[in-house]
C-alpha cells in the first residue's frame, strides 16, 4: 500500500483504497465511518495515514528544486522518503 502510494506520487499507478479515503476524509474533513475515531475500522486511519504520508512525500521529494535543501528543511519526509525508497529496494530484491 505504501508502495503503491509512492507510485501514484509518481505518476505511476492508480491510488491505493486507503490513500483514496484519505483524500475524502481530508477533503470532507470527515472520517470514513459515522461516530469518532474509535469507529473506524481496525488500523483504517493508520493506513489512510500512511498511504498520505508516502504521497505527500514522493511528491514533495520530486517537485523540489534543491533535494539537499528540501531534506535538510523537511526532515519528517526526508525519512519517509529513505523509507520508501528501502521498501522499493527490498522488494525488488525479492
Known amino acids: 500500500m505504501i508502495l503503491a502510494a509512492a507510485a501514484c506520487a509518481e505518476g505511476n499507478g492508480p491510488p491505493p ?10 477533503a470532507w474533513n470527515t472520517l470514513p465511518e459515522s461516530g469518532g475515531l474509535r ?17 505527500d512525500a514522493m511528491k514533495a521529494f520530486h ?3 534543491d533535494k539537499v535543501q ?10 519517509i522518503f ?3 525508497m528501502t ?3 527490498e522488494a525488488k530484491d525479492g
Open 39 to 55: 469507529d473506524q475500522r481496525a488500523g483504517e486511519l493508520g493506513r489512510m495515514t500512511a498511504a498520505l504520508n508516502a504521497y
Open 82 to 84: 529513505q523509507y520508501v
Open 63 to 65: 517537485a523540489s528544486t
Open 17 to 26: 483504497p486507503e490513500l483514496e479515503l484519505a483524500w475524502d476524509a481530508r
Open 87 to 89: 521498501l522499493r529496494a
Open 70 to 79: 528540501w531534506a535538510q528543511d523537511k526532515p519528517g519526509q526526508w525519512e
